[in-house]
């Protein structure tokens, strides 16, 4: 069953402005809460477009890959102020409060022809050392009764329609565990049914009965320019890429500074290639890390300084 | 100089890129799109920013304008085209 749920925002809000009581019910309901306008049509690929000529440009990158494009914020300009962007912060503050940590990014393109995503379920971000070894990305140190641990924002920077490869997200997902993250998977970027970046995440069900497709499914139809909130525990997916045209977003996460990031991991691995997290570094959009669990830029590896959002809203 | 003689131009200054030095001048000129020449549309920019260093004495600065246009040929030419005009040094010929 697939059924149309979109929560429009207010015509008179303004940037500045948070979330509704009913937008955030909507969210802790559903597990995700889109689309908002950030950039306008004509904007977004202008953003983008900077990005990449920062990408090629930058004098110090996070990290050599060009396979794993993994937090180009750290060093990129337009997209270390995009991930501060005074909009997605406001928001972001309706769900986990003043003190919001930036921790990852990762860009998401699909060529013309490309499969959709498959479905998915993630909160710990496990990274495996090993076929038996594996780590937690993000250990919680606080318990919290909020569903807001961690929050994602994915932002179009081309249209991501139905045509386009849009997100989908089973709603209220997020309140059980559908799939085991701590498990490994299998890596084939040739068999079909691997759909998840060449893994199989079907094999992490708990339930192996389980069908996700006949669950109520939402698809998330974004414009170049607007962005989407979701709990990554939220069962997600993409539609394929049926359309003449590259579809470009890209996901930024975030947590509270009481959560410790990579604690026990100093490398990624995957898409055939491998990375170093010795550059790597979260960033507060919002107020203060009163832990001291992470490193923390407030400029990015180019010197470019971190914008915040002042606890004023301004 | 037309929009010919801008495609053997870049023709020519692709084949003595690394991203370009396997193909041959005819399959450049022949070509529709980046994705024919098997550029990634990362590197598509570090042929333009050689293309800047080598006929404008890096006095032009990539704009984000141009990076769609550098999916297609067309749009590469367009884009030496203003960048030649842009100049602050007479661009070589």
Known sequence: MRKEIKVAESSIETATQGLTAEQVDFFKENGFLGPFDLYSEEEAPLVWSQGMIEMVTSANKPHNSTIINYDRHLDCDALSKHIAHPTIVHKLRSLMGEDIMCWKTHIFEKEPGATGTGWHQVEAFTVFESATVSYPSLRYTEESTAPTQELTVWTAFSN??????????????HKQWY???TKPMSYNVENKSHDFFGYDYAELKLDKDWDPNKHEIVDMELKAGQ??????KCVHGSRP???????????????????RVYEHIDRLSGFGDSISLDKHGCVMVSGEDKYGHNRIYEKNLNGFTFPKVESNGR | MGADDYRHKFAEFLATQPMGGDLTYEQIVRAQSREELGISSLNMIIVLLNYIKEYANGTVTVRPEWVPQLNDVDGIVSVLREIDASAVVPARS
């Open chain 1, 160 to 173: 991501a329609d139905r045509d386009h490869a849009c997100l989908r997200f089973l709603p209220g997902s």
């Open chain 1, 179 to 181: 799939y085991d993250e």
């Open chain 1, 227 to 232: 962005f989407v909130i979701f709990l990554a």
């Open chain 1, 241 to 259: 890429n049926t359309s003449a045209d590259k579809r470009v977003g890209m996901a930024s996460r975030y947590v509270s500074p009481s959560v």
